[in-house]
């Protein structure tokens, strides 16, 4: 079965500082790895997704993570975060290689920009 | 360019009424999932669907039905509303796994 944890349900940055969200995930298999935005009152947005290839992916909004399958983790960093990055942030965890496409959560990640 | 739809957005039930939220999308996709989403604990998948007249039961099915007789619509219905049930819900659709999933704006619905 999987899951996911997601490491600090409030994190602050800085306006420009480095933003690091962390993921960690379980998996019997394979995994595929997505995260996700969600601005107030708005359904969830795909960032970037990990399928397979390479393990360093890039997203939208200067957003990117890395699949590192030794530590089980897939992280969500920006270099310099922006007003319009605070938002709620979910990583998500599927067994897609296995063709079952279903997505399971971590509790989120509140991500506030101090100006 | 619809996306996913969902009706309504906002609902106030008295607790055993019934109702269903609808969901739509227009892109033709395979797979399609209903979430709720409640402080603390992400999203948790209700029900889903990986075709036309195909459901299965997620990680929290109970006090919900759904149905999909066409590739477009997914409703989920509650048959006996519970203050539980007190909650947002979401639609999602896909095209396959490694796609990602399309959400919907949400259904938020309270239960008194």
């Known amino acids: 079965a999987q899951s996911v944890t997601q490491l600090g349900s409030h994190v602050s940055v800085s306006e420009g500082a480095l933003v690091l969200l962390r993921c960690n995930y379980s998996s019997s298999v394979p995994p595929y790895l997505f995260w996700y935005v969600q601005y107030p009152n708005q359904g969830l947005q795909l960032l970037l997704k990990y399928t397979t290839g390479a393990t360093l992916v890039k997203g939208i909004n200067g957003f990117e993570a890395e699949f590192k399958k030794s530590e089980t983790s897939f992280h969500l960093t920006k270099p310099s975060a922006h007003m319009s990055d605070a938002a709620e942030y979910f990583c998500?965890?599927?067994?897609?290689?296995?063709?079952?496409?279903?997505?399971?959560f971590g509790t989120g990640t509140r991500l506030t920009v101090i100006p | 360019n619809a996306g996913v739809t969902q009706t309504p957005k906002f609902q106030v039930l008295k607790t055993g009424q019934s109702m269903t939220l609808q969901c739509a999308q227009d892109m033709n996709h395979e797979y399609m999932s209903w979430y709720r989403q409640d402080p603390g604990m992400g999203l948790r998948l209700i029900h889903y669907s990986v075709g036309a007249g195909i459901t299965d039961q997620g990680e929290v099915p109970n006090g919900y039905n759904v149905s999909r007789s066409t590739t477009e619509d997914f409703p989920l219905r509650l048959l006996s509303a519970a203050p539980s049930q007190t909650s947002v819900y979401f639609c999602a659709s896909s095209y396959m796994g490694s796609y990602g999933y399309t959400f919907g704006s949400g259904t938020r619905l309270t239960v008194v």
């Open positions: 998500a965890v599927s067994e897609g290689q296995t063709g079952a496409n279903n997505l399971f």
